[in-house]
């Protein structure tokens, strides 16, 4: 029954609040002391320490309310809007780019508005949904199924084309925002003169329960999140240039879901010309992103759900009026229900779970990223930036995903992979998401359409080493205490959002991956390029898996 933040598996984990009593009081003379990493790596147990960088590396939810700057003022196609100037960079929030009225169907483009529309703060979140299935507590203040708004950075509403790199949050596609703090786009912004802009849609339940058999009005109700973000492109493509971006220059960017929702888009005919390229961070596991969920699977959910619910055809449009609690409770018993019905083996960890997520319909997503012998046909036209991180959820997950049984040879091959690392590594290198990623590589490759570019982020980054999430600061420019690799990292994606190549001064030109050259960049304090480096490790630890 906990809702989770950001990928929680049940029964495991889930973000949490730490609380340390120092014994002070409002009587003290003295300052509460402070905690020692000591202090707190003894207070707690390994697992609650793992899951308490995690969330710390999440983020928090940005709530500050911004002073509205005049010199910010633009005009878009549905009204005046400004925004807020932050140490020289135009900071644009919770901007309405459609409008969802009903539940379950596409939402509507924007009314116009009379005046100066303040984006100020930020907009609101989608309701939030189990990813697994779980019970339902209340919706926060701020979740609506209205939730389709921007939050945009630029260096200046002065006419200029720069790249448009548009980042979609992570959080499977059951939960999540573009409002954390994380996803700030301001230094990506200023540093590499891009405009960057963050979205906001619909998620879980109220973006993907398929009512399609029952109604022609619900023909794409399992993919009205994704249509959401389709909405998004169509507005920057009308108004980003008012903004200072190009909007023959956009970039899909994004992190675990994020990175899926890149895939289905590159996948779709429905956003063809609305981007450009796709950058995919450690966004793809067998179920979530190499494939997606059968149209046969998400109906017969939908069909348990009105069950649940005592709806049928003759009151379907009951469904609107059903509360959040009452709805997510009857799709979390469904979720469970036909996940053991269909044998649907859970993303992460074992067992089975239907997880939300873009369904196959034939019409918005005619097929899956991965074919038997190359990629989506809709895809070919796009590059692709697409990589991970070396540990992922391994530290999370010890119990689940760490190898314990490993032999020589296999410790040999790892130096081999990676001589930068402490051998002891092996046990918590990712096998998870790097197998997919390398199959969704491969195959992207075989199309022979445009280049796919391979990468892995090997920083260590304290106790949880290279994991889940872990680039994130870097690709945004954010990571103040390591100023160097955040650049480099956040130049050469930006670099690949200018022209569709990355690179960057100093370091080895980065190949286009192909099956033959096996080319990975390695992200590291060490950036370089390797060869096929990791493939004889991988196939030790997973022989029977095939890319």
């Not at 939402?107 to 005046?115: L, T």
């Not at 009308?238 to 890149?262: H, Q, R, Y």
């Not at 370091?507 to 080319?519: K, M």
């Amino acid at each position: 029954g906990i809702r989770h933040w950001h990928g929680a598996a049940p029964d495991s984990w889930f973000s949490q609040i730490v609380i340390w009593d120092t014994g002070y009081t409002e009587d003290s003379e003295e300052e509460t002391p402070p905690v020692t990493d000591e202090q707190y790596m003894e207070a707690v147990s390994e697992s609650e320490a793992a899951v308490d960088a995690q969330s710390i590396a999440v983020g928090e939810v940005e709530t500050k309310v911004y002073e509205p700057a005049k010199e910010t003022l633009v005009s878009t196609m549905y009204g005046d809007i400004v925004g807020s100037n932050e140490d020289g960079i135009y900071q644009y929030l919770g901007v309405p780019y459609a409008e969802a009225a009903e539940l379950f169907v596409p939402a509507e483009p924007v009314e116009h508005w009379d005046g100066v529309l303040e984006t100020v703060s930020h907009g609101n979140i989608s309701y939030q949904s189990g990813m697994f299935g779980q019970a339902a507590t209340e919706a926060g203040d701020n979740e609506s199924n209205n939730a389709q708004n921007l939050n945009i950075w630029t260096p200046g509403t002065d006419g200029a084309k720069r790249p448009v790199m548009v980042w979609l949050h992570g959080g499977g596609f059951s939960a999540g925002t573009a409002n954390e703090a994380n996803f700030n786009g301001k230094n990506l912004s200023r540093s590499q003169d891009v405009v960057v802009v963050g979205v906001n849609h619909r998620l879980g339940t109220y973006g993907h329960l398929d009512l399609s058999a029952y109604d022609e009005k619900y023909k794409y109700s399992a993919n009205v999140g994704m249509m959401d973000i389709v909405d998004s492109l169509k507005w920057i493509q009308e108004n980003i240039s008012e903004f200072g971006g190009d909007p023959d220059n956009v970039t899909l960017f994004g992190e675990s879901g994020g990175g899926a929702k890149v895939l289905a888009l590159m996948s779709s005919p429905y956003a063809k010309n609305l981007f450009h390229k796709g950058i995919m961070e450690s966004g793809a596991t067998e179920t979530m992103g190499v494939s997606f969920t059968d149209k046969e699977i998400s109906q017969a959910l939908g069909a348990a759900v009105l069950d649940k619910l005592s709806i049928d055809e003759d009151n379907l449009e009951d469904i609107q009026k059903v509360g959040y609690v009452e709805l997510q409770t009857a799709a979390a018993e469904a979720q469970q229900e036909i996940a053991e019905k269909f044998k649907i083996p859970v993303s992460i960890g074992s067992g089975y779970a239907y997880e939300w997520e873009p369904v196959i319909d034939g019409d918005f997503l005619p097929e899956n990223p991965v074919q038997e012998d190359g990629f989506a046909d809709a895809a070919r036209d796009y590059p692709l930036l697409i990589g991970s991180n070396l540990n992922e959820w391994n530290n999370v997950m010890a119990d689940q995903l760490r190898h314990s049984d490993t032999t020589a040879e296999m410790e040999e091959a790892f130096k081999e992979a990676y001589p930068n690392e402490d051998p002891k590594e092996l046990e918590n290198l990712d096998t998870l998401l790097r197998l997919p990623i390398l199959k969704i590589t491969a195959h992207k490759a075989d199309q022979d359409g445009a280049p796919v570019y391979s990468y892995l982020f090997t920083k260590q980054t304290g106790d949880m080493g290279s994991y889940h999430g872990s680039e994130i600061p870097y690709v945004f420019n954010n990571a103040e205490d390591d100023k160097d690799l955040a650049g480099n990292i956040s130049a050469l994606w930006a670099s690949f959002a200018r022209d569709g190549v990355p690179s960057l001064d100093g370091i080895d030109s980065w190949e286009p991956y192909t099956r033959e050259n096996g080319a990975v960049m390695i992200l590291d304090d060490d950036i370089y390029l390797a060869h096929h480096h990791d493939e004889k490790i991988l196939s030790l630890l997973a022989p029977d898996y095939k890319w």
